[in-house]
């Protein structure tokens, strides 16, 4: 027998083991083989040819090979075990997120595009009106068509079958190269190769030329304060590697987000260069994956997923706004983008620079610590200032003003002066929705969400489907953030009839039409997940902004990521305290960061920057740190926080989450699982916390408890878990176990 282990793409399942009969070449690592699983015939992943099978075990045949060639190269499928074991997942929800879209469906990874185009003759007669539509799409593109940009506009593979029968349609395959970056690119930066650094640039270039001259793994924190110019290092340091002939992978949280970032690698890079992320259609990431695969690209941009990049000559890794925490995957499997970086710059020898003005607790500890080279850029480019931050202190505005205040007289006073001199302002409130609850004044009456324990955000109906329009009848939803669940919110209380219905608290949108209130004459825009829903409005919007057509912008913590528009000179933050009452000890970490990183957004032109901070509580460390941008500060007493209370970066985390139809059922389970991990406890030195409920209660309808494990070693921690999923398979399909959780509801 010729065995092979084959991961398949079942939650949770382990490595399964197959014969390749006598008519099959020996397939390789990394290669695609389709095997029988149960009753169905999947697609899954060579990962080992040293399978052992007990003797007697009956081994089935793969039923077909499909790549004799190693769709994923050997390096990634070792990368991805890694992943598996160390997020305790699947080995094949591992591999999943390696593979290019549509490795899965058979064979289509290396399908040619299908394109349908208009034919030069045939018979238009009796056509249904859905085969009527499809012509008049496809008259608009002489060229034709791909099937799968027709099926978005609702032309199905029949209606176009049809088509094609009478004559009127011919479809042929394309090796279609699309150009992803069309719509990335949106300002027209000119990086200037001639540019002077600066000294302390200068300075830090040099010691990561040094490190990446060495060609061995390192990880080097470059810790430079908002708008000390490290895109101009990373672009410096990813040209030199470039010229040593290796390649480089350039990491950030979101490329809508980073759109400069995008534009000035490409105008470095030219053709040379890949984009890897989910915004991305199917058949872009597609092409993008295998330009990849074929080495035709010395740098890929991407966003978490791009760390399985299939670069085989990879000489440098670039984490950007490595503390964000959109690198860390929430659903399975749950990896951190920055620690996979890491993990596979050690394997292929490669130095990783991790880029922050607010680094993670876990990096700068291990900077400290001296496990990370630390580099430092403690000032700005060309000696600008970073902005002056004020507080305002919210009970004093209340008191003064009433309960009612949303915008202080310092914020209104300071947007108003920017406007009259056609300076630009950020507005940031870290909560979207027009209000964060309706209320019956009359009998209390709340909506809350009938699935999930929490209460429903009212949102400004907008035009809804079917054709109706909310928003005309001047109406309100309010919608669970979490499930998704919506009701329109009547004119009366459902409950006692009373027509006194109440806001409480505000988002985005509140604030939003607040300002288009007060100041009419402005031009206003926001930015959060409502209003970016629609694919290219977040990139038109930033635009809008970047071109000066916009005044204010207002929006959520996406405003206060790495954005360079010169002509903002103010920020107010709303809330300086959203997120500091969370019952979850990043809370103080995350508060600092995005303190920081909004003022940072200000004073990045010419004229120097000012923030104005709103908040009820101004002696919170965190926001008077932010407020002096005193990161080390911050550190330094953070740090005794989390090591008195044995927290990350001094232990390690695991949190088990079990998912029950009542609570008793959640709780009798999780309680199972923490009697079987009791004992190991004693041998691998860590402790259990919990069972407890979450404090997201309820989820989509389920009830959920929670426990943590806590210890300095990860794998006695896992491995313990490991063996109680083993022995109560079962319990598989309810239970979440987050590796090193970033988020803890
Ligand atoms: P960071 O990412 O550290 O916040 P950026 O890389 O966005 O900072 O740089 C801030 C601004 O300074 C950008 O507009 C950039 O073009 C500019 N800049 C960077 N380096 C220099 C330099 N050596 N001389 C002049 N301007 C620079
Ligand atoms: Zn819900």
């Not at 912008?553 to 709303?574: C, E, N, R, S, Y």
Request: charged share 25%; net charge positive.
């Amino acid at each position: 027998m010729r065995l092979v282990a084959v991961a398949v793409p079942v939650p949770f399942l382990d490595l399964l083991t197959y014969n390749v009969p006598d008519s099959l070449a020996m397939p390789p690592i990394g290669a695609r083989v389709r095997v029988p699983v149960g009753t169905r015939t999947l697609t899954g992943c060579v990962v080992r040819h040293d399978a052992l099978v007990e003797v007697g075990t009956d081994v089935k045949d793969i039923a077909e090979a499909l790549d004799c060639e190693p769709l994923l190269p050997q390096s990634i499928v070792e990368l991805c075990r890694w992943v598996a074991e160390y997020y305790v997942a699947g080995i094949g929800d591992a591999l999943a997120v390696a593979m290019p879209p549509g490795a899965r469906r058979k064979g289509s990874a290396f399908r040619k595009q299908r394109i349908a185009a208009l034919s030069a003759m045939g018979l238009d007669q009796g056509l249904t009106p859905r085969q009527g539509a499809a012509l008049q799409i496809l008259s608009a593109a002489p060229a034709g068509l791909p099937t799968s940009d027709l099926r978005e506009r609702g032309v199905t593979p029949a209606v176009l079958a049809g088509l094609v029968k009478r004559g009127l349609v011919v479809m042929r395959d394309e090796r279609d190269e699309r150009d992803p970056f069309e719509r990335a690119a949106m300002t027209d930066v000119v990086p200037d190769a001639n540019r002077e650094l600066t000294d302390e640039q200068e300075r830090a270039a040099g010691e990561l030329f040094a490190l990446a001259d060495a060609a061995q793994f390192r990880v080097a924190l470059l810790h430079g304060v908002t708008g000390s110019g490290k895109t101009e290092i990373y672009l410096r340091l990813a040209d030199r590697v470039r010229r040593s002939g290796r390649q480089v992978l350039l990491m950030v949280p979101e490329i809508a987000l980073t759109p400069s970032m995008t534009a000035l690698v490409r105008g470095a890079f030219g053709d040379r260069v890949a984009i890897q992320h989910s915004a991305l259609s199917t058949g872009e990431r597609h092409d993008q994956w295998h330009r990849i695969r074929r080495g035709e690209v010395d740098l890929v941009i991407g966003t978490r997923s791009a760390v399985f990049a299939p670069l085989d000559r990879l000489g440098l890794i670039v984490v950007d706004e490595e503390h964000d925490s959109s690198y860390k995957q929430e659903e399975t499997p749950r990896y951190h983008g920055r620690d996979v970086a890491i993990m596979r710059a050690s394997r292929e020898h490669a130095l990783v620079v991790l880029g922050s003005a607010t680094p993670s607790m876990e990096s700068y500890h291990n900077a400290a610590t001296g496990k990370y080279v630390r580099i430092t850029l403690e000032r700005r480019v060309l000696d600008r200032p970073l902005a002056a931050v004020r507080l305002v202190n919210m009970r004093t505005e209340y008191s003064d003003e009433g309960p009612e205040v949303v915008i202080s007289r310092d914020l209104a006073a300071a947007i108003g002066e920017r406007l009259a001199c056609g300076d630009q302002a950020l507005v940031l409130l870290n909560r979207r929705g027009y209000s964060t609850a309706v209320f019956c004044r009359q009998c209390g009456d709340t909506f809350e969400c009938p699935n999930c324990s929490v209460s429903l955000t009212v949102h400004r109906a907008r035009h809804g489907l079917h054709g109706s329009n909310e928003a005309s009848r001047g109406g309100w939803r309010a919608r669970c953030h979490y499930c998704n669940y919506s009701v329109l919110v009547p004119t009366a209380c459902r409950k006692c009839a009373a027509p006194y219905l109440e806001h409480a608290g505000f988002g985005t949108e509140r604030i939003e039409e607040h300002l288009r209130e007060r100041f009419p004459e402005a031009r206003i825009g926001r930015v959060d997940r409502d209003s970016v829903r629609r694919k290219g409005a977040l990139t038109q919007i930033l635009s809008k902004f970047a071109a000066r057509e916009l005044d204010v912008l207002v929006g959520t913590q996406m405003i206060a990521k790495g954005h360079d528009f010169p002509g903002v000179t103010l920020v107010g933050v709303i809330s300086a305290d959203v997120g500091l009452g969370l019952a979850d000890f990043r809370a103080s970490e995350r508060s600092f960061q995005l303190l920081t990183q909004v003022a940072g957004r200000a004073g990045r032109g010419e004229r120097t920057g000012e923030a104005i901070v709103q908040t009820l509580y101004p002696d919170h460390y965190s926001i008077q740190l932010a407020c002096r941008q005193d990161y080390p500060a911050f550190f330094e007493r953070e740090v005794v926080y989390r090591r008195g209370m044995r927290y990350p970066p001094f232990f390690a985390l695991i949190n088990g989450v079990v998912r029950g139809r009542s609570f008793e059922d959640a709780m009798q389970q999780a309680r199972e699982i923490v009697r079987r991990l009791e004992p190991a406890t004693a041998i691998g030195r860590f402790t259990i916390l919990g069972p407890a409920p979450a404090p997201l209660g309820r989820l989509r309808g389920e009830h959920r408890v929670q426990f943590f494990l806590k210890g300095t070693r990860r794998s006695d921690m896992r491995n313990a878990l490991m063996q109680v999923v083993a022995d109560m398979p079962e319990i598989r399909r309810r239970l979440t176990i987050d590796v090193d959780p970033l988020s803890v509801l």
